[in-house]
T-cell receptor, first 114, second 119 residues
Framework: NAGVTQTPKFQVLKTGQSMTLQCAQD?????MYWYRQDPGMGLRLIYY???????DKGEVPNGYNVSRLNKREFSLRLESAAPSQTSVYFC?????????????FGEGSRLTVL | AQKVTQAQTEISVVEKEDVTLDCVYE???????LFWYKQPPSGELVFLIR??????QNEISGRYSWNFQKSTSSFNFTITASQVVDSAVYFC????????????????FGQGTELSVKP
């Protein structure tokens, strides 16, 4: 059972470099999310996609872009990385129409921006 | 505005002790959901429970229990007879009713409480 798969798991970037975090889920979920986790701040929503073809900003969208490539995949792109984007990034998914409150999370991607 | 506060940053207990993790929330909505998630050292987040604002009954699941009190806006989590495997970061989270059924998992998370259970 793969669930939610994120790649890469670790990445070090220099300021100004770009990169894309990939996320794929195999549970046929409608909705997908990108959160970031910072010490003392819990998880904060960056962007989400309620269904294939739609994306919306969350609490902290600045400096990021997303693409819902298809129902399975939701990518997060940093166009010009900044040290403030050093964080652990989590992708998550769920069934929007029969919502139980159970988000399914990936294992996280640890990003360091120097 | 919605907000979740977990005032306890770190808690350390000895195995078999009971421990309560506090969660206080703020919301102007009359219908909302509260959640607890566990993040073990491996890093993934695991769903533990959801409680809606209509239901103030306490819930027990094995060694875990949850106390929801609307009067104090609290949703506390107690682990009875703690074990080393309970060591993790625990997050409390909040979402309102409309968001749940329209936009899914837009949760507001607390800062997390790191629980360390020593043998």
């Amino acid at each position: 059972n793969a669930g939610v798969t994120q790649t890469p798991k670790f990445q070090v970037l220099k300021t100004g470099q770009s990169m894309t975090l990939q996320c794929a889920q195999d549970m046929n979920h409608n909705s997908m999310y990108w959160y970031r986790q910072d010490p003392g701040m819990g998880l904060r929503l960056i962007y989400y996609s309620a269904s294939e073809g739609t994306t919306d900003k969350g609490e902290v969208p600045n400096g990021y872009n997303v693409s819902r490539l298809n129902k399975r995949e939701f990518s997060l792109r940093l166009e010009s990385a900044a040290p403030s984007q050093t964080s652990v990034y989590f992708c998550a998914s769920d069934f929007r129409d029969s919502y139980t409150g159970e988000l399914f999370f990936g294992e996280g991607s640890r990003l360091t921006v120097l | 505005a919605q907000k979740v506060t977990q005032a306890q940053t770190e808690i350390s207990v000895v195995e078999k002790e009971d421990v309560t993790l506090d969660c206080v929330y703020e919301t102007r909505d009359t219908t909302y959901y509260l959640f607890w998630y566990k993040q073990p050292p491996s890093g993934e987040l695991v769903f533990l429970i959801r409680r809606n604002s209509f239901d103030e009954q306490n819930e027990i699941s094995g060694r875990y229990s949850w106390n929801f009190q609307k009067s104090t806006s609290s949703f506390n989590f107690t682990i009875t007879a703690s074990q080393v495997v309970d060591s993790a970061v625990y997050f409390c989270a909040l979402s309102n009713f409309a968001l749940i059924y329209n936009q899914g998992g837009k949760l507001i998370f607390g800062q997390g409480t790191e629980l360390s259970v020593k043998p």
